[in-house]
């Protein structure tokens, strides 16, 4: 399966290059306001996938970097803490070792994504927030190198074509 994304500066070019792909038998969505959403059309929030990935990795990074700091003050038999006595050092360390699993989950679960972003979906998600539109072409390669034949004429501000690797 391709996609092409194409987008457009206001309602009227988005419409119009609607009907011209629909003459040509070419289905297409139309996203912005008044049509589809980009939670509607699956267009996926880049940020919410971090949260999720953040989360899943930190319940089992958080544990076993716990049980990794609580075991490595118990084997090395260090006293960094004196205040804490002998258990409590242990403990200390396996809070230590939470945390750590705590920072390795944000950083290897996508949580730099959620400071700067990332993927092509953030982009799009912008524009239509700024009020443009989107036309949305899915189907074989053929049909949409026809499509960016067509919407080319339509001088889109930006045109992007995908193929869906998932299959």
């Given at each position: ?12 070019q ?5 009907l ?7 289905k ?66 396996g ?8 920072m ?16 092509d ?6 524009r239509l927030?700024?009020?443009k539109?989107l ?11 026809q ?10 501000e ?10």
């Amino acid at each position: 399966m391709y996609y092409l994304v194409a987008v457009l500066a206001d309602r009227i070019q988005a419409e119009a290059a609607y009907l011209a792909l629909e003459k040509e038998a070419i289905k297409s969505t139309i996203l912005g306001r008044g049509y589809k959403t980009a939670d509607e059309f699956g267009l996926i929030d880049p940020q919410e996938q971090a949260k999720k990935q953040v989360r899943l990795m930190a319940i089992w990074l958080v544990p076993f970097g716990f049980f990794a700091g609580f075991t490595f003050s118990y084997i090395t038999g260090l006293d960094t803490f004196a205040w804490a006595g002998e258990i409590g050092n242990h403990i200390v360390g396996g809070l230590l070792g939470a945390a750590s699993g705590a920072m390795g989950s944000v950083f290897v679960g996508g949580g730099v994504g959620l400071i700067s972003g990332g993927g092509d979906a953030l982009p799009y998600r912008n524009r239509l927030d700024a009020g443009k539109y989107l036309v949305v072409v899915q189907g074989s390669e053929i049909l949409t190198k026809q499509a960016t034949r067509i919407l080319r004429q339509f001088e889109p501000e930006n045109m992007q074509g995908y193929a869906d690797t998932t299959s």
